[in-house]
Structure formats: structure tokens, C-alpha cells
């Protein structure tokens, strides 16, 4: 028999899914309402050069799946956006946890996450060229550093801001630095972990965007160039929307992955 706790949590998470739905629609409408304006200027005798139409992008877009070469590009985009991703997790979760849990290691490398976090990354993607070279390298690394500032940030707040009753309660039963790290920090962490991974996930993205634009030698950059330099707008925008789609796609996957780790969390259900 359900509890009246778990009957009011099942309702607000029912509220939260149907606020959810309504949200959907409504992105849903807009969408379309954006898209029927664009139609209308196009087909308002606006020259196409300036104003494609939706068929001639749709047209531009088939091409170049049928070609692979927007298949074989968004191959390494994703690559690079999962690797420099990864390499931002497998860094910066734990560096987050100990400058959390220890002042000294938070003293030491505060000043200096900081003045890096700070830093414009366009400034130093020169310097970032010669040390990687134009390829794949240089993708990943522009994804590490724009995923890993905010899983760093996050899972260091996470860690500093636990209870200190959890933790005077480990305490009063002697448990070891690594027991209440493993069974009380870390459990309190998750959110905020889980947090800092979907926020780096679509900083990873925005970071890929910089460099594609900004060395667009090749991969989706490489098309972006090739369409600008034939004058072919269509061909412009079917790859940015490629881009906004990853944009898209990846930090709302991660919030489905939010949603089913910590489905108590009300505030974030139906995310």
C-alpha cells in the first residue's frame, strides 16, 4: 500500500510530465510557425541566393548524404566530440572530487582552473593549431576544453557542499577518508556530476562549432567552406543545421540519462 510520501511524489511527477507534453507542443508549434515564415520570405521573390527555399536546403542536405561526405564529416565530429568528452570525464570528475573534499588540493589548483576557464578559446586556437595540426587532434582538444571546465566546476561543488551531518555521522562511526568518500560524498555528488556531464556534453558541441568555423579545412567546416566559396547558401545551411542538431540531440540524451538515474529529482522530471 503506497504511502501518502510516494503518492505525492507520483503526482508531482505525473504534473511534471504533463507541464513536460505541454512544453513539447509547444517547441513543437514554434518550430513549425519558424519554419513557415522562412517558406513565406522565400517564396516572397526574394532572390535564392540570398533566401534558399526548404526544398533546395533539403536538396543540398540529400547531396551530401549521398555523396558520404557529410556522413564521413559528422563521423568525425561526433569522434572528436565523444573522445575529447570522455578525456574531460576521466579528468575532471575526479580533480573536481579532491579539490572538493581537500582544502590543500583546492588552494593549489583553484587560481588555475579559473584563469584557464577564463581564457577565449578562439584567441589561443592559433597556438592550439601548432601543437595539433588541423586534423582530428585539434578537434578533440577544443572539446576537452570546453567540456571540461563545467564537470570539473560541478563535481567540485558537489563534493564541498555535502552535509556536514552525513559526514559528522560517518565520523561518529569511525569510518575511514575512503569509506565516506565512496558512501557519502559520492552518492550526494551524483546529481551534480551527472549536472556538469550534460552541461560539458553541449559546451563540447559549441566547441566543436568554433573549430569547424574557425579551421574549416575539413570536416564540416570543410563543407561550410566549399558551399561559401561556390556563393550555394542552401549548402551552407543544410551543414549548420547538421551542427544545431548535434547541438540539440546530445545534452537532451544526457538529460534523459539525468531523468533515469535520479528520477526522484521532481524539479528535473520529464526533462
Request: glycine share 8%; charged share 15%; with cysteine.
Amino acid at each position: 500500500m503506497a504511502t501518502a510520501d510516494e503518492s505525492s511524489l507520483r503526482q508531482q511527477l505525473t504534473l511534471s510530465m504533463d507541464d513536460r507534453n505541454h512544453q513539447i507542443i509547444l517547441q513543437a508549434g514554434f518550430g513549425v510557425f519558424l519554419l513557415a515564415l522562412y517558406s513565406l520570405f522565400a517564396y516572397l521573390g526574394y532572390p535564392s541566393d540570398r533566401i534558399p527555399s526548404v526544398p533546395m536546403i533539403a536538396d543540398a542536405l540529400y547531396v551530401q548524404v549521398a555523396e558520404e561526405g557529410l556522413l564521413e564529416a559528422l563521423w568525425d565530429a561526433l569522434y572528436a566530440i565523444f573522445i575529447g568528452f570522455f578525456m574531460a570525464t576521466l579528468v575532471g570528475i575526479p580533480m573536481g572530487i579532491l579539490m572538493g573534499v581537500n582544502r590543500t588540493i583546492e588552494e593549489l589548483l583553484d587560481p588555475y582552473v579559473n584563469a584557464i576557464y577564463v581564457v577565449p578559446y578562439a584567441a589561443i586556437v592559433p597556438a592550439l593549431i601548432v601543437w595539433f595540426g588541423t586534423g582530428i587532434r585539434i578537434r578533440v582538444a577544443i572539446c576537452f576544453l570546453f567540456a571540461f571546465f563545467p564537470i570539473v566546476i560541478n563535481s567540485f561543488e558537489g563534493a564541498r557542499t555535502t552535509p556536514a551531518g552525513l559526514l559528522e555521522v560517518a565520523e561518529s562511526f569511525n569510518a575511514s577518508r575512503l569509506y565516506t568518500l565512496k558512501n557519502v560524498v559520492l552518492p550526494y555528488e551524483i546529481p551534480y556530476i551527472l549536472a556538469g556531464l550534460r552541461m560539458g556534453i553541449g559546451r563540447a558541441v559549441r566547441g566543436l562549432v568554433l573549430v569547424e568555423i574557425i579551421v574549416a579545412v575539413t570536416g564540416l567546416g570543410g563543407l561550410i567552406q566549399q558551399w561559401s566559396a561556390s556563393f550555394r547558401l542552401e549548402g551552407v545551411i543544410s551543414v549548420v543545421l547538421v551542427l544545431m542538431l548535434l547541438g540539440v540531440t546530445l545534452p537532451w540524451l544526457m538529460g534523459k540519462i539525468y531523468d533515469r538515474l535520479i528520477w526522484w529529482d521532481v524539479d528535473r522530471a520529464g526533462f
